[in-house]
């Protein structure tokens, strides 16, 4: 079965400083991971996606995020973070040999404060 | 157009009243998906349109729901019968492969 978990509710981190938003998936077929940014009353805006090669990917407005096999884990990161950073934030995972639904964590919603 | 358009943006509807939610998505996607987020939650999905194959409706939570595609386009999700637990935003989202993209969704509210 497909699943993504966020261990976190909520991150929070002060401006400038690095920020990790956790995720852990199980799939059963070769993963597509994905993250995605909610700001509020907004739908959901795409980040970044791993679908093969470079365990380190990078996407919109600076985030990056790590593919670890080994530990099935996909966390976002960014170097340095910003107020406007602060929104929630969704990690989901397809099936790659299996086109179908994306299965999202229950999202993180990541404070950072000036 | 330019992303995933959704709507109304906002209904209120009595609970027992019927509504429709309308998605168009983005020209030339063949998949499109129906998700509802209720407040503070996550999302859980609902239904997947992928071409001319028959959809994945696994994700229905009653036969009150349910949803269809015209010509590969645009797509209509009705909810019958309303109830309060339906109070949710509706978001659609639309893919021509790997990532999936949003539109803004329907804020729903059965009063």
């Known amino acids: 079965a497909q699943s993504v978990a966020q261990p976190e509710d909520q991150v929070n981190v002060a401006e400038g400083n690095p920020l990790t938003v956790k995720c852990t998936y199980s799939?059963?077929?070769?993963?597509?991971l994905f993250w995605y940014v909610q700001y509020p009353n907004r739908g959901l805006q795409f980040l970044l996606k791993?679908?093969?090669?470079?365990?380190l990917v990078k996407g919109s407005y600076g985030f990056e995020a790590e593919f670890n096999k080994s530990q099935t884990s996909f966390h976002l990161k960014k170097p340095s973070a910003l107020v406007s950073d602060s929104a929630l934030y969704f990690c989901?995972?397809?099936?790659?040999?299996?086109?179908?639904?994306?299965?999202f964590g229950s999202g993180t919603k990541l404070n950072v404060k000036p | 157009g330019a992303g995933v358009s959704q709507s109304p943006s906002n209904k209120v509807t009595e609970k027992g009243k019927d509504v429709e939610l309308r998605c168009d998505p983005i020209?030339?996607?063949?998949?499109l998906y129906w998700y509802r987020q209720s407040l503070g939650q996550g999302l859980e999905f609902l239904i997947y349109?992928?071409?001319?194959?028959?959809?994945?409706k696994s994700g229905l939570p009653s036969d009150r729901f349910s949803a269809e595609r015209t010509g590969g386009s645009v797509s209509t999700l009705t909810i019958q019968r309303t109830q309060q637990e339906d109070s949710a935003v509706y978001l659609c989202?639309?893919?021509?492969?790997?990532?999936?993209?949003f539109g803004q969704g329907t804020r729903l509210t059965v009063v």
């Open positions: 989202a639309s893919s021509s492969g790997v990532e999936a993209f």
């Open positions: 799939v059963s077929g070769n993963p597509y």
């Open positions: 791993y679908i093969t090669g470079d365990n």
């Open positions: 989901a995972v397809r099936d790659g040999g299996n086109f179908n639904k994306f299965y």
């Open positions: 020209s030339g996607h063949t998949a």
């Open positions: 349109f992928q071409g001319n194959s028959a959809p994945d």
